[in-house]
């Protein structure tokens, strides 16, 4: 257990659904993330929100959307989604301002499946 | 900007023998460096990071790494390995200047066999 809960767990959505992937954090942390980790891939850096605030996409298509409503939740919206899109969607969160707070803490993600 | 290579996929290895487990990165400004473990079906944990100081850092399970600095490594190794070692190790790396995210390497699958 490491204070950083996603669900759900597994997803198959259809090309033309909407669902969203949630993200909760019991840390205090002021930051979160969304990665995408897909097979023999590095993990890809998706999006950072910084006290609420979004502070970084790395140039991620329109179909994927983010919301970050409080500082202990986040959200990833999800419409339109192509096949290769399928993959594990990990969240973290760190406290990012003491230079020893470096650590990340990851959820368990969300395995996608677009069918 | 910055990079993580992990040079190898996979390393099968047996059990109870020694393993290295590559990582070389490039970046412009210093970096802290992390090495992170994730098990089957679960998501990433940190195994064990270079901040400053001493450049051999060990984690608490038997692992541990050296920052190589004129290398540009950060490679991790066990003398020797259990069968519960086998999982997908990423290296990565946050570099001083703010920038919070990490950069993540591709993985190395560590596979012990009896």
């Known amino acids: 257990e490491t204070g950083v809960t996603q669900t759900p767990r597994h997803l198959v959505m259809g090309m033309t659904n909407k669902k969203s992937l949630k993200c909760e954090q019991h840390?205090?942390?002021?930051?979160m993330y969304w990665y995408k980790q897909s097979a023999k891939k590095p993990l890809e850096l998706m999006f950072v929100?910084?006290?609420?605030?979004?502070?970084e996409n790395n140039s991620v298509p329109s179909r994927f959307s983010p919301e970050c409503p409080n500082s202990s939740h986040l959200f990833l919206h999800l419409h339109t989604l192509q096949p290769e899109d399928s993959a594990l969607y990990l969240c973290?969160?760190?406290?990012?301002?003491?230079?020893?707070?470096?650590?990340?803490?990851f959820g368990q993600g969300t395995r996608l499946t677009v069918v | 900007a910055q990079s993580v290579t992990q040079l190898d996929s996979q390393v099968p290895v047996f059990e109870e023998a020694p393993v290295e487990l590559r990582c070389n990165y490039s970046?412009?400004?210093?970096?802290?460096l992390f090495w992170y473990v994730q098990y089957p079906n679960q998501g990433l944990q940190l195994l064990l990071k270079?901040?400053?100081?001493?450049?051999l850092v060990e984690s608490i399970n038997g692992f541990e790494a050296e920052f190589n600095k004129s290398q540009t490594s950060f490679h991790l190794r066990k003398p020797s390995v259990h069968i519960s070692d086998t999982a997908e190790y990423f290296c990565?790396?946050?570099?001083?200047?703010?920038?919070?995210?990490?950069?993540f390497g591709s993985g190395t699958r560590l596979q012990v066999q009896p």
């Open positions: 840390l205090g942390h002021n930051a």
């Open positions: 929100y910084s006290l609420e605030e979004r502070v």
């Open positions: 970046s412009s400004v210093s970096v802290y």
């Open positions: 990565a790396v946050r570099d001083h200047t703010g920038r919070r995210a990490l950069t």
């Open positions: 270079y901040l400053s100081g001493s450049t």
């Open positions: 973290a969160s760190s406290q990012g301002e003491s230079f020893l707070n470096t650590e990340a803490f």
